[in-house]
């Protein structure tokens, strides 16, 4: 495995109930989209077994602002989980427009797999472990 782990990539548009009173997206939406990559980036490679056994709820969000989406934008939404210990996986978000790259936002999160029978945190196997996590590469989105 790479010092890193595989990043995911997924182009949303700007939708009109995006949009506040200061016509440009507002901040909720950007925590949507936090949100609906990590989901997408699960489901898109963990296995069928492991998304029954596994659901994940984020015990911390931290969302960095840095230019605004406004109407008519596509976004570009790229992840990648970095440090994981026990019980929880952190994991970065890049949120850009995607005709010109432009940063607009950085998120950190903190994941915790749950067992769904039980509701209680559950500890991963192995190969979830490789196939998500960093070995301890924890370099923030604007580190490159």
Same mark, same amino acid.
């Given at each position: 495995m790479s010092s890193r782990s595989p990043r995911f990539e997924l182009v949303v548009p700007v939708l009109a109930s995006d949009i506040d009173e200061l016509g440009h997206v507002n901040n909720t939406v950007y925590l949507?989209?936090? #949100? /609906?990559?990590?989901?997408?980036?699960?489901?898109?490679?963990?296995?069928?077994?492991? #998304? /029954?056994a596994i659901v994940w709820v984020v015990v911390r969000h931290e969302i960095d602002y840095k230019a605004p989406a406004l109407p008519g934008d596509d976004v570009l939404l790229r992840t990648w989980v970095g440090h994981a210990t026990r019980l929880t996986f952190e994991r970065f978000t890049e949120i850009l427009r995607a005709r010109d790259q432009l940063h607009l936002s950085n998120a950190r999160t903190i994941w915790c797999p749950i067992n769904p029978e039980t509701n209680r945190p559950t500890r991963v196997g192995a190969d979830v472990r490789a196939q998500f996590s960093s070995n301890g590469d924890a370099r923030r989105p604007e580190d490159g």
């Open positions: 949507r989209w936090v #949100q /609906e990559v990590a989901t997408a980036h699960w489901r898109a490679l963990a296995s069928p077994a492991a #998304q /029954e």
